[in-house]
């Protein structure tokens, strides 16, 4: 008989973007491996990004709860709808912020711990303590961000004494944005407080990169495992490889994560070589920022680059298959090494090369070394990331520009999942 476990997610489709996909393809092949999911997910959210095209991907009769979720973002947007969208969405721009934008930024970096769902927290453990009774349900699963999720995991553990599986798709102290909330001593300390509650307390702990599981061992002595995000094996018609030398990345594109040598490289190709500056295009799939527009217009590559804006995750895909170099790019910071783009697993499976661009002894270097899919780059080694496109743009005019990946198979979706309901049957 199938474990039933309920999961608790502040993404559910029509949501779009990164956030939803990790749990919605969990959900796709829980049932392969005897585990019942039931969803538990708000009823109205503030989603800054939509995607129709996943609703099509939920089982059709499985079980998912609704509750109604009171978020601050509806009185911000009295300020400003476009600034707080983009708060939302991650987007914080540190240089020429506005009165508004730094206002805004103090609220909910001290006023909304651990973020701006803290009120759903004690309406969902009051409606889910009734449930999990009345329904002899052992076993629950949050996953942040947002982190409240894990504190509505934390009050039910402590009143139910559950089995509770906590999920961290992103760090919480050490993500990237965190120093840009303007948190003051106190509230950092909150943050902290809560984020080593959370990671004593929870049965299990899940992250999606080695390097945070490496930071939480020293907050707790809880069983920590690393399930990265993955691949799902996709049909798709035949299509072609773009005629041009496309050289796209997909996904958001923010401020800090802007890689200066990159453009300044592109940009002495296409003076020194006139084949490259005939043939190469620029393309972007999501939400980039006017600052990185700004230093791609500077760097004279405006008349060369492509922007998509959001695109559906069904024309996302297309895009990757389609292009000559796939870029995966990550801020130059040491708190960044441990961030693995849902991206990467999907550009492996596309079987294009990967361009990468990041801090030193990244995750993400790692993998694209280890599964054979293409290159990686830091900031400071210009010659050599200018060799290397040189050397991809000349395979490309012989037609033999391709990859051979090693190991695949692990990141697949349907072998993730594999591994999570075996740690799901372990708890009891």
Do not use: C
């Not at 999961?7 to 939803?20: D, E, T």
């Not at 961000?145 to 999920?167: C, F, N, T, V, Y």
């Amino acid at each position: 008989m199938a474990k039933k476990v309920v999961i608790v997610s502040y993404y559910w489709p029509p949501a779009g973007g990164p956030g939803v996909q990790r749990w919605l393809k969990f959900v796709k092949y829980l049932r392969d491996f005897e585990i019942e999911p039931i969803l538990f997910v708000p009823k109205n959210p503030n989603y800054p990004i939509t995607d129709e095209t996943f609703s099509a991907e939920i089982p059709k009769d499985i079980t998912i709860l609704k509750q109604p979720i009171f978020e601050p973002y509806a009185i911000a947007n009295l300020f400003s709808k476009k600034k707080t969208n983009k708060i939302s969405k991650g987007i914080i721009a540190k240089e020429k912020q506005t009165f508004v934008e730094k206002l805004l930024l103090y609220i909910r970096g001290n006023f909304f711990i651990p973020d701006a769902r803290k009120y759903w927290i004690k309406p969902s453990v009051k409606f889910l303590k009734k449930y999990l009774l009345e329904h002899s349900i052992e076993t629950i699963v949050t996953t942040g961000p947002p982190h409240s999720m894990h504190l509505i995991g934390l009050k039910l553990r402590k009143e139910l004494q559950i089995q509770w599986l906590a999920d961290f798709r992103d760090p919480w102290t050490t993500i990237g944005y965190h120093d840009e909330l303007k948190l003051t001593k106190k509230s950092q300390e909150i943050h902290r407080r809560l984020e080593s509650t959370v990671l004593q307390t929870a049965d299990q702990i899940v992250t999606t990169s080695f390097t945070t599981r490496t930071e939480f061992s020293q907050l707790t002595s809880k069983p920590i495992e690393v399930i990265t995000n993955g691949y799902d094996v996709e049909k798709f018609s035949s299509s072609s490889l773009d005629k041009k030398f496309t050289i796209s990345h997909i996904g958001s594109l923010l401020s800090e994560r802007n890689p200066e040598i990159l453009w300044e490289v592109l940009a002495e190709l296409i003076e020194e070589h006139e084949d490259f500056s005939k043939d190469v295009q620029l393309q972007f799939a999501g939400v980039v920022s006017d600052r990185i527009q700004r230093h791609i217009q500077n760097a004279g590559l405006e008349k060369y680059t492509t922007y998509f804006g959001y695109v559906s995750h069904q024309k996302a895909l297309q895009l990757q298959r389609g292009s000559q170099l796939l870029l995966v790019i990550e801020i130059n910071a040491e708190k960044t090494k441990g961030i693995i783009a849902g991206k990467l697993f999907e550009y492996m499976a596309a079987e294009r090369p990967i361009l990468g661009l990041g801090p030193k002894d990244a995750d993400i270097a790692k993998i694209i070394q280890e599964t054979n899919t293409g290159t990686y780059f830091l900031y400071t080694e210009k010659e050599k990331l200018k060799m290397q496109i040189l050397s991809y743009y000349e395979a490309y005019k012989k037609q033999s520009l391709q990859v051979f990946p090693i190991g695949l198979q692990k990141y697949s979706r349907k072998a993730l999942t594999k591994k999570l309901a075996e740690l799901l049957h372990a708890l009891h």
